[in-house]
């Protein structure tokens, strides 16, 4: 099973910035997906943006859409989350995950992702 750990979860005003990393142990295939979803106290795990191994661009929930940038390093088997523009409603627990695309172009569904990070917490205050 692929290892993730995640790291730069802080604490940040609106309207500033963070990037989150996740280090991957491996890339099992050539073609591997993976993605970014949060997690806020009392609600579901939603995503947030998704990338694979052979894609050009990310995708993104519509709520980040503008924001946040996903990026993936092949060489370093590292992802990246650029958050900018920071709101309130960003706070949350942030998980990377990975999973095989399945025929996909991207991944964006939690019960699709075998792989999961513990999570890097993100706090955003005005």
């Known amino acids: 099973q692929v290892q993730l750990v995640e790291s730069g979860g802080g604490s940040e005003q609106a309207g500033g910035s963070l990037r989150l990393s996740c280090s991957a142990s491996?890339?099992?295939?050539?073609?591997?997906?993976m993605g970014w979803f949060r997690q806020a106290s009392g609600k579901e795990r939603e995503g947030v943006a998704a990338?694979?191994?052979?894609?050009?661009?990310?995708y993104y929930a519509d709520s980040v859409k503008g924001r946040f940038t996903i990026s993936l390093d092949k060489d370093k088997k590292t992802l990246y989350l650029e958050m900018n523009s920071l709101k309130v409603e960003d706070t949350a627990m942030y998980y990377c995950?990975?999973?095989?695309?399945?025929?996909?172009?991207?991944?964006?569904?939690?019960?699709?992702?075998?792989?999961w990070g513990q999570g890097t917490q993100v706090t955003v205050s005005s």
């Open positions: 491996e890339f099992p295939l050539a073609t591997y997906c």
């Open positions: 990338i694979s191994t052979v894609g050009t661009t990310g």
């Open positions: 995950a990975a999973s095989a695309c399945g025929g996909r172009w991207y991944v964006f569904r939690a019960r699709d992702y075998n792989s």
